[in-house]
């Protein structure tokens, strides 16, 4: 029973903190954990994950929606494209099977990690609202299509990659692409859960409890953190954050 909790505390708190700093998928961080070190089956680990995923990015969306630091209404419009083109993307995995790309969100997240780092987002809400707003609908739309065909097709990647787009694509601040992301990520991690569970059946209660309580409180923290920090601050703790979670993942997935 310790070690489990002791697991579940390590996977929540590197699962919260990523969501909370910069809208990470739980999914990427408490999978492999329970898979590992807990000899969970590979779907129902999924399925724990997605679930913990639901109350700690609703929770970091309402802090940052608070702090007014989410963008609704385009999210919304990402958010529909993102959960169509999913299952787009995964109806054309299964006629090319061979093609996944399993370490894809791994990757991702270490290389987003050192970007923040080394090259921090510092735009400026008065910037991001210059945008017109069919301008920002259309770039929304596209974004959430690319996002949604490749999470269905690789099966992986999905908040790393709004952030990705958001940022850098979408010329959002960071706050804003953060709570916009967790936003979107509220409703595909539900989505995502509950078709686990009809699917595969309830998992390990034990397990999935205390991911999502460790999640919740640790998405809590690192929400209400970054919704005071500077733009620099934040960046500089979004990077350490990814590239230790990235490296970590790194070393679960291959090395052990």
């Known amino acids: 029973m310790i070690y489990t909790l002791f697991i579940c505390f390590i996977a929540g708190m590197g699962a919260g903190l990523g969501t909370g700093f910069a ?5 990427a961080v408490i999978s492999p954990m329970l898979i590992t070190f807990l ?13 913990s995923d639901v109350l700690a990015s609703a929770v970091s ?22 959960l169509l083109f999913t299952l787009v993307g995964s109806f054309t995995a299964s006629l090319v099977p061979n093609a996944a790309m399993g370490g894809f969100s791994v990757f991702m997240t270490l290389f987003l990690g050192i970007k923040f780092i080394l090259k921090p987002v510092m735009t400026t809400k008065e910037s991001m609202t210059s945008v017109s707003a069919k301008k920002r609908f259309i770039q929304s739309l596209i974004s959430g299509i690319a996002v949604g065909f490749i999470c269905g097709f690789i099966g992986a990647g999905g908040g790393m990659m709004m952030l990705l787009l958001l940022t850098g694509i979408l010329g959002y601040e960071l706050k804003t692409a953060v709570g916009t992301s967790v936003f979107i990520m509220a409703f595909t991690a539900f989505t995502g859960a509950v078709s686990h569970f009809v699917i595969g059946g309830m998992p390990d209660l034990r397990c999935l409890l205390l991911c ?7 998405a809590r923290i690192a929400a209400r953190f970054a919704n005071k920090a500077s733009a620099a601050t934040l960046n500089r703790a979004t990077g350490v954050v990814l590239s230790v979670l990235g490296s970590a993942i790194l070393v679960v997935n291959y090395f052990t």
Do not use: C
């Not at 809208?23 to 999914?27: I, Q, R, T, Y």
């Not at 999502?212 to 640790?218: K, R, S």
């Open 23 to 27: 809208g990470m998928s739980a999914a």
């Open 39 to 51: 000899g969970l089956p590979a779907y129902e680990a999924v399925g724990i994950a997605l679930a």
């Open 61 to 82: 969306a309402y802090t940052y929606g608070k702090n007014k630091n989410l963008d609704i209404r385009n999210g919304i419009v990402m958010m529909g494209a993102v």
């Open 212 to 218: 999502v309580i460790f999640t919740l409180l640790w």
